[in-house]
Nanobody, 128 residues
Framework: QVQLVESGGGLVQAGGSLRLSCAAS????????MGWFRQAPGKEREFVAV????????YYADSLKGRFAISRDNAENTVSLQMNSLKPEDTAVYYC?????????????????????WGQGTQVTVSS
């Protein structure tokens, strides 16, 4: 089991930016596809973005393309989510998730059932 710890959440005004990070406690981090999900109060968890083990392929929720960017640093065992032009509707708990997978990622990785390691989440609140 891989321990994932998110950080970087907080309170930001609409139009602002935040950068979330997720640190993984495994020496084989480069073998993992990593994703970000979010869950707003009273709503189901939804997919945000995923990145392949090498960083060579990414996939985003259609509604977030152009505002959010996922990246990873395999030397540091971290995956990040840069969030720009934030809106109040982006308010949620953001989770990182991972699964050992050394292939490209695709639309299918938008399903949370594919991931078997989850962090505890970090709160992002966007004020209007």
């Amino acid at each position: 089991q891989v321990q994932l710890v998110e950080s970087g959440g907080g309170l930001v005004q609409a139009g602002g930016s935040l950068r979330l990070s997720c640190a993984a406690s495994t020496r084989t981090f480069s073998n993992y596809a990593m994703g970000w999900f979010r869950q707003a109060p009273g709503k189901e968890r939804e997919f945000v973005a995923v990145i392949s083990w090498s960083g060579g392929s990414t996939y985003y929720a259609d509604s977030l393309k152009g505002r959010f960017a996922i990246s990873r640093d395999n030397a540091e065992n971290t995956v990040s989510l840069q969030m720009n032009s934030l809106k109040p509707e982006d308010t949620a708990v953001y989770y990182c998730a991972g699964r050992a997978w050394r292939e490209r990622v695709s639309r299918a990785w938008g399903s949370d059932s594919l991931y078997d390691n989850w962090g505890q989440g970090t709160q992002v609140t966007v004020s209007s």
